[in-house]
């Protein structure tokens, strides 16, 4: 018996959903292409067309605040995402072993994900403050002196720091859930075979986790390219701009005066293209690699 | 025993240092909210000797946190129950290709996860219908944002329900409505324990969409209000980690109670395939 073919009931218990799906998610990630056209400042009732002049802004007035913007944005994503990678497959390991304190340790990792980021980069805020801060307190015994987020050198490496810190707990998570179904049998077979430990782990572990490192790597370089919460609360992009991603600029440009929100949303559509490309190379060469059993 | 030690020796060793690495800053977090400003200024990382319990009295008082906690409730509150609602409802015909056309809506869904959320025709959009600035336009667009990953979710946990069912309730003459919510909804309680946490805990920490979408003091949650509240005392480092604090204690109790809803979510709402 097929219930639902001829009737008007499944429509409308999905009419709620697709309209506020298609207002809220569908209509604002279709409609940056046509905003990225216009002139667009703030004022509903009054933007025109502009053809392409949005983008030639972007590569020719703008061009060093742009570029300079992505050349962080992949420095940033490129060292999260080999960063969080390396060191939650490892905490994953670690922690699926049979620890009295196991899930302890896992809670305690997991954490930063709950606090969110605004708790995250306050918390933060206070442990990197140059003056009272632990950090610089530390320093200052060693007679260093650092302005730590106030300093346009390592600035973007702390805030590296931070969003790995406060991430790696979720990755972690996933992971987990992927060596948990890898089947015990396979170790067993390894171990007949006389490989244990590192061996075990390299040929056995790794390959079986492949899936979902594809997964971690996706994940983290769709949430890393378009990241500017956690940069927004640390630093804002200085200084200096040097820790101004393409997200961070873009998200400046909506709320400065002057500069048309039609321009901001050309900048989105070149953050997609960047996020695009990326992700198809990282999915094509993690897929390569991903084994079945 | 002497294997046993040197076996998990290593990993205790590494993992207790991380578990340290998390733990400093948020403990330091407390140990600041408990100072005296005179005592922080002083002496900022040693151990509070006085604890100051006022400091919590003066944040709530001082950055006005009455407003804000009661708005991040109600905000929190609706959208998680919004969300849950809005996406059984939708779920039920996708999972039981009751339309025409299902697939296409489950993948349409979908694709949202891997789409960039476009802020400034979505600003444009909230301007057009006079949502800007209220309690419901602020409810509505955070539901519209949590729907795609529940009803991933729910309509993987509804295939799972046996179609038998369905066919039994209509026998006896239970109507398409009253089965999705008399029967159908307490069954899936699982998963929506795990999507109410998961959009309950986006909301309460979001503030990035109050900072953009609300602009009266009045509407603001906590996280936004905490945020301005910053701009205004950045000296009064105790009275800030003391709001600090305020925001996260509800986090952490609901985090150590519904671990395993949490958890699962996140495996659940990643694991796309």
């Not at chain 2, 998990?8 to 060793?13: E, V």
């Not at chain 2, 509240?229 to 109790?253: D, H, K, Q, R």
């Amino acid at each position: 018996m097929n219930r639902g073919a001829s009737n008007i009931w499944p429509w409308l218990l999905l009419m709620p959903a697709l309209i506020l799906f298609s207002l809220f998610v569908l209509f604002p990630t279709i409609g940056n292409v046509y905003f990225s056209l216009t002139d667009y400042a703030g004022n509903i009732h009054n933007f025109d067309f502009v053809g392409l002049e949005n983008y030639k802004r972007a590569f020719t007035a703008d061009y060093d605040g742009v570029w300079n913007a992505i050349k962080i944005t992949l420095i940033f994503c490129i060292t999260v995402t080999i960063l969080q990678n390396a060191i939650s497959i490892v905490l994953a390991v670690l922690v699926n072993q049979k620890l009295k304190l196991s899930s302890f340790y896992r809670s305690t990792i997991f954490m930063p994900n709950i606090l969110g980021i605004l708790v995250v980069g306050l918390i933060w805020t206070l442990v990197f403050d140059p003056f009272s801060g632990p950090v610089s307190q530390l320093l200052n015994h060693f007679k260093i002196n650092s302005a730590l987020l106030g300093d346009s050198k390592i600035a973007l490496a702390l805030v590296i720091f931070v969003q790995v810190w406060a991430h790696m707990g979720y990755s972690m998570v996933l992971y987990l859930a992927g060596l948990q179904s890898i089947p015990k049998e396979l170790y067993e077979a390894a171990y007949i075979d006389g490989a244990s430990g590192w061996k075990s782990f390299r040929h056995v572990t790794l390959p079986l986790l492949q899936s979902m490192v594809t997964i971690n790597i996706i994940l983290m370089i769709i949430g890393t390219l378009g990241t500017f919460d956690i940069i927004f609360v640390l630093t804002n992009g200085g200084p200096n701009e040097s820790t101004m991603t393409l997200g961070m600029y873009i998200f400046t440009k909506i709320f400065s005066g002057g500069s048309s929100q039609g321009y901001a949303s050309a900048l989105a559509m070149v953050q997609f293209v960047i996020i695009f490309c990326v992700v198809f190379i990282a999915q094509f060469y993690s897929r390569r690699r991903e084994t079945e059993f | 025993m002497k294997r046993f030690l040197s076996k998990s020796l290593l990993p205790n060793a590494v993992l207790l240092a991380v578990a340290l690495i998390m733990l400093i800053p948020m403990l330091q977090i407390v140990n600041v909210a408990l100072k005296s400003n005179a005592e922080f200024l002083a002496n900022p990382i040693s151990i509070v000797k006085k604890p100051q319990w006022s400091n919590f009295i003066e944040a709530w008082t001082s950055a006005e946190m009455s407003i804000y906690f009661f708005n991040s409730f109600i905000y929190t509150f609706f959208v998680a129950a919004g969300v849950c609602i809005v996406a059984t409802l939708a779920a039920y015909p996708i999972a039981r290709k009751h339309v025409k056309g299902s697939n296409f809506l489950y993948m349409l869904f979908l694709s949202a996860l891997f789409l960039p959320a476009g802020l400034v025709p979505l600003l444009f959009i909230m301007k057009y219908l006079n949502l800007m600035n209220t309690y419901h336009g602020f409810i509505l667009m955070k539901i519209g944002g949590g729907l795609s990953v529940a009803v991933f979710i729910f309509t993987a946990f509804i295939k799972g329900i046996p179609k038998e069912l369905d066919e039994a309730a209509a026998i006896d003459g239970c109507g398409y409505l009253r089965y999705v919510l008399t029967i159908l909804l307490p069954l899936m309680k699982p998963a929506i324990m795990t999507v109410g946490m998961l959009s309950a805990i986006g909301t309460w920490n979001d503030f990035i969409s109050p900072y953009v979408f609300l602009i009266d003091k009045e509407l603001r949650p906590l996280t936004s209000g905490l945020y301005m509240f910053m701009g205004e005392y950045t000296v009064n480092w105790p009275i800030l980690a003391s709001g600090i604090l305020i925001i996260a204690a509800p986090l952490l109790i609901a985090f150590i109670f519904l671990q395993k809803f949490i958890v699962s979510g996140i495996t659940a709402g990643s694991i796309k395939g």
